[in-house]
């Protein structure tokens, strides 16, 4: 919080202190108030509490209340320039400080009309389900498409899947877009689908698992159309979406077609001589590059970042690998970070993964990279169903039988559950565990 703060310039604070009782004023109290320097008010929200005092690092600022904003009359002046900056977004910072992400008034207003138009919202009686927090731009970006296409929206103050399911019935919600566990959890609430039959499509994200096509037949059951979005903070959420009237084996894939038209994706080569400038063809994997509207105008207060992310024509190095098909859409399929170099090839963990969980018994898959004796191999974190047990050695024998020899895994490991994060955007399996894990279990023998 304190870097949020101090980092960000914050000169006015936000928050409504009683809400959900998580001691907000207790978290700011506890940050260095150093971090405080540039702050001149703080907005305080609520509903009919007592004001509380605020903590020392905030105690002779300003203090304006939420409803003397809401009696105050609209501000009608026009933006001045569509450049200037209007919003912050952070990257996720699971391994160094978040960087963040600035972008303008424009980009945000035109993906917003573009992305309303992809997503179906300006079409009859459109009205969303928003159930995602506005901090990140997954629920930002649905908002915004939403008041962009002047649907209505039902908002949740966070996620609860009884909550959300008697929204979706008592407003007649016809779309939303969820994390593939929000979904699970709406799933397995409302089994039989009467309550999540008045939806009619979903985009989602899939943090858990690349592909979820059980959650895609699932859902197809109550006439609920699931499917993949790409987006990042960068280049903002529903950037690219599979159709929601495509067949299923396409919607569960991650990636779709850019919503802007003049949006371009383009794969460049991921490693050797000239890497990030050997534009390669159609299904050969390599890093995606992306461009349009949406794009972020710089990371704030760091030109050095910024440069690295832009190449000079105006695209942003996404640092995500994928392919171009044929008919000009992309396939996202894992971040660079993640890939593998097993046997001296640039190996995606989730082709891996889905042989594993082709596997009886086994219901979710993980694999990352660890060091060994005969060089870089891939390890297995997998998840059972209820009663299976793992059979490592038979495992392997099948791996050996169906892939190639320096993909085959050289352990594969139970485990009740995998390494997570919660982020603004949903909940992310930490992989950076998993490969430190994977190290001490291979290294133990």
Known sequence: MADLIGRG???????WPGFKGLGFLDTLAAADPAAFAAVREVVLYDEGEARPPLPPVLADRRIVGYSELAAAAPHCGAVRDA???????????????????LHPHR??????????????????????LQALPFCGVFGFCQAMASLAAAAPMALEPFFDPESALDAIARHRLTATNATDDMLERLLAADPA????????????????APERRDLVDAYDRFGVRLHGLYGMSEVQALYAMRGADDPPEQRVLGGGRPVAAEAQVRIVA?????????????????????????????????PAATDAA?????????????????DGSFVYLTRAGDVMRLGGFLVSPREIEAFLEDQPGIERAQVVEAATADG?????????RPGAELDEPALLGRGRAALA???????????????TTESANGMKIQRAVLRAEAARRVAAG
């Open 9 to 15: 310039g914050v000169r006015t604070i936000v928050l």
């Open 83 to 101: 450049g200037l900056g209007a919003a912050v977004f952070t990257t996720s910072g699971t391994t160094k400080a978040p960087k963040f992400v």
């Open 107 to 128: 980009s945000l207003t035109v993906h917003a009309a573009h992305s309303a138009a992809a997503m179906g919202y300006c079409v009859g009686e459109a009205a969303t």
């Open 193 to 208: 689908g009467r309550r999540l039959a008045g939806l009619r499509r979903c985009g989602f994200a899939a943090f858990k």
């Open 270 to 302: 991921a490693d050797g001589a000239g890497a990030g400038e050997r534009i390669l063809p159609d299904g050969e994997a390599g890093l995606i590059e992306a461009s349009g509207p949406s794009r972020m105008m710089a990371y704030l207060d760091d």
């Open 310 to 326: 832009l190449t000079p024509d105006g695209f942003l190095r996404t640092g995500d690998i994928g392919y171009r098909d044929a």
């Open 376 to 384: 870089p191999r891939a390890v297995g974190f997998v998840t059972l």
């Open 405 to 419: 020899r320096y993909k085959v895994p050289v352990r594969v490991f139970a485990v009740d559950a995998f390494p």
